[in-house]
Structures are given as structure tokens and as C-alpha cells.
């Protein structure tokens, strides 16, 4: 049988565990998905014993994601990133690294048939989840400006990112009036009915994406609605790169309709 999990501390939240469960029990898969909680020291220790052990497969979340880039052999994007979040122990080398949160982004949005090759997008906040997205769009063809609390720091992730500028909130109605693809990637209206983007910046032209998807259906997402937009709920996001994870582990096509079945009945 073969043993994939997720790395963090705590997990205990997790909704990817019924999600893969869902894909292995669909195709007939001899595999089971758990939780790790390793302590922040012992990140390398946790990792190498799941490589001797012969897990197949880890997800990695908070807050090990940058520590075992330095574990891990990295692809390309992980490593421009500066994050992992998957790990695949197939071979007899070091184990790769993926970053599967930009990739998750990108087909959430082409599932609802959004464009993103020369299109002007804006990406609020510039953490990790703000960084991988930021790299993917800019990889797939579009402009990035990147709007964050504290400035310097989208200036800082806009240094590093194709085609980007780095700004802070206030610059956010200037950089809608033009924009087709918003992604709000920070935790603002999870805990609170409350919105980063000023709901008269929004307008029928763009396409918005919320990272949060507790609640699935934010304030930000019923103002750009109200305004005629295009709007992507954050459990598409968070369902495609749990599909990416299971498509590198097992070189198989994920179950996607199931997946997204078994993950929107957990929310």
C-alpha cells in the first residue's frame, strides 16, 4: 500500500485528507493519506524517516513550507518561490520538491475559461500564498501588479517576479480601473465579513479569485459579483493543487469531479 500525508503543525484542520481518500477509493488505488505533526525543529528528521520509511508522497503546509526547500531537491518554480509544498520520493536521488499552490491558481482560474496570456492582473498581498501566485500568472503570460499592507514588501516580491510592480492598498483603485484578474491571496474575510479591495474599485470586466474558502462565499466575492464579475470561490484553488499533488505522485489524471465533491462536502 502505498502511504502519502501531509506535513504541518497543526493539521488537525486538514481537508486534504477526504479529498485524496476520495481519488485512491475512485480509481483503486491500494493507498492511504495522513497527518503528520512534527515539531519545527525536527523537519529534517520527519522528512528523511518518511523517505526511509517509503512513504510515496507528502504535502507540505505552515510552517515547514521554506524549510524543506533546503531538504528537498526543488523544481524550477518552487525554488523561484522560495516554498514547497509538495514532495514526491519516487527515485533513488533526493527527493523533489513542487510548489503546487501557483499551478493550483492558474487552473482554478481556466476552469472558469479565464484568459491570463497578456491580460493585466493584480495580486493582494505578498506572503506565500501572494508569491506563488504572483510567479504563476507572471509564468503564464500575464502583467502583475502586487498590492500589499506594508509596501516595501510588494516592491520587494515585485523585484523578483516577471512583468511586476509592487504597491500598497491605496494604490488598488488606480490599478483595478485597467485590470482583468484580481486574486485577493491574503486571509482577510476568513475570520471576519470583511474585504481587503474597495467594493467600488470592482466592475463587471474583471474576474476575481479568492484564496480564503472559509467561507466559500466572501465579502469580496459577493461585492465582484454585485458588480458583474466573473468569481472563483478559494476551494478551486485550494482542490487543484491537491489534484496537481495526486497527478505528480501517482503520473495518473486526478478524479477531478470527485475530489471537488468529496473536499465542498467537508466545507
Same mark, same amino acid.
Given at each position: 500500500?502505498? @502511504?502519502? +500525508?501531509? $506535513?504541518?503543525n497543526?493539521?488537525?484542520?486538514?481537508? &486534504?485528507?477526504?479529498?485524496?481518500?476520495?481519488?485512491?477509493? =475512485?480509481?483503486?488505488? #491500494?493507498?492511504?493519506?495522513a /497527518?503528520? #505533526?512534527?515539531? =519545527?525543529?525536527?523537519?529534517?528528521?520527519?522528512i528523511?524517516?518518511?523517505?526511509?520509511?517509503?512513504?510515496a508522497?507528502?504535502?507540505?503546509?505552515?510552517p515547514?513550507?521554506?524549510?524543506?526547500?533546503?531538504?528537498?531537491?526543488? #523544481?524550477?518554480?518552487?525554488? *523561484?518561490? +522560495?516554498?514547497?509544498n509538495?514532495?514526491?520520493?519516487?527515485?533513488?536521488?533526493?527527493?523533489?520538491?513542487?510548489?503546487?499552490?501557483? @499551478?493550483?491558481?492558474? *487552473?482554478?482560474?481556466? #476552469?472558469?475559461d479565464?484568459?491570463?496570456?497578456?491580460?493585466?492582473? %493584480?495580486?493582494v498581498?505578498?506572503?506565500?500564498?501572494g508569491?506563488?501566485?504572483?510567479f504563476?500568472?507572471?509564468?503564464?503570460?500575464?502583467t502583475?501588479?502586487i498590492?500589499? !499592507?506594508?509596501? &516595501?514588501?510588494?516592491?520587494?516580491?515585485?523585484a523578483?517576479?516577471?512583468?511586476?510592480?509592487?504597491? +500598497?492598498?491605496?494604490?488598488?483603485?488606480? $490599478?483595478?480601473?485597467d485590470?482583468?484578474?484580481? @486574486?485577493?491571496?491574503?486571509? %482577510?474575510?476568513?475570520?471576519?465579513?470583511?474585504?481587503?479591495?474597495?467594493?467600488?474599485?470592482?466592475?463587471?470586466?474583471?474576474?476575481?479569485?479568492?484564496? @480564503?474558502?472559509?467561507?466559500?462565499? /466572501?465579502?469580496?466575492? *459577493?461585492?465582484?459579483?454585485?458588480?458583474?464579475?466573473?468569481?472563483?470561490?478559494?476551494a478551486?484553488?485550494?482542490?487543484?493543487?491537491?489534484?496537481?499533488?495526486?497527478?505528480?505522485?501517482?503520473?495518473?489524471d486526478?478524479? %477531478?469531479?470527485v475530489?471537488n465533491?468529496?473536499? !465542498? &462536502?467537508?466545507?
Amino acid at each position: 500500500m502505498d @502511504v502519502y +500525508g501531509l $506535513l504541518g503543525n497543526p493539521v488537525g484542520h486538514s481537508l &486534504s485528507p477526504p479529498m485524496h481518500e476520495a481519488a485512491y477509493d =475512485e480509481l483503486g488505488l #491500494e493507498a492511504r493519506y495522513a /497527518t503528520f #505533526e512534527p515539531e =519545527e525543529d525536527d523537519i529534517g528528521d520527519a522528512i528523511r524517516g518518511a523517505d526511509a520509511l517509503g512513504i510515496a508522497g507528502l504535502n507540505v503546509t505552515i510552517p515547514f513550507k521554506q524549510a524543506v526547500l533546503e531538504i528537498v531537491a526543488p #523544481e524550477d518554480l518552487a525554488t *523561484r518561490i +522560495g516554498a514547497v509544498n509538495t514532495i514526491d520520493f519516487a527515485g533513488s536521488g533526493p527527493p523533489t520538491g513542487y510548489n503546487t499552490d501557483a @499551478v493550483g491558481a492558474l *487552473r482554478a482560474l481556466r #476552469e472558469h475559461d479565464i484568459a491570463l496570456e497578456g491580460e493585466q492582473a %493584480v495580486v493582494v498581498g505578498a506572503g506565500g500564498a501572494g508569491r506563488a501566485i504572483a510567479f504563476g500568472l507572471a509564468d503564464a503570460g500575464a502583467t502583475v501588479a502586487i498590492a500589499n !499592507r506594508t509596501e &516595501s514588501k510588494a516592491r520587494d516580491l515585485a523585484a523578483a517576479v516577471p512583468r511586476a510592480t509592487g504597491h +500598497g492598498l491605496a494604490a488598488l483603485e488606480q $490599478l483595478l480601473a485597467d485590470a482583468d484578474v484580481l @486574486v485577493n491571496a491574503t486571509s %482577510v474575510g476568513m475570520d471576519a465579513d470583511a474585504t481587503p479591495v474597495p467594493e467600488d474599485a470592482l466592475h463587471g470586466g474583471l474576474a476575481v479569485l479568492d484564496a @480564503v474558502y472559509s467561507p466559500l462565499e /466572501t465579502r469580496l466575492l *459577493r461585492d465582484a459579483a454585485d458588480a458583474g464579475a466573473t468569481t472563483v470561490d478559494g476551494a478551486w484553488m485550494l482542490l487543484y493543487q491537491g489534484v496537481e499533488a495526486f497527478e505528480i505522485w501517482t503520473g495518473q489524471d486526478a478524479p %477531478v469531479d470527485v475530489m471537488n465533491e468529496a473536499l !465542498r &462536502s467537508r466545507l
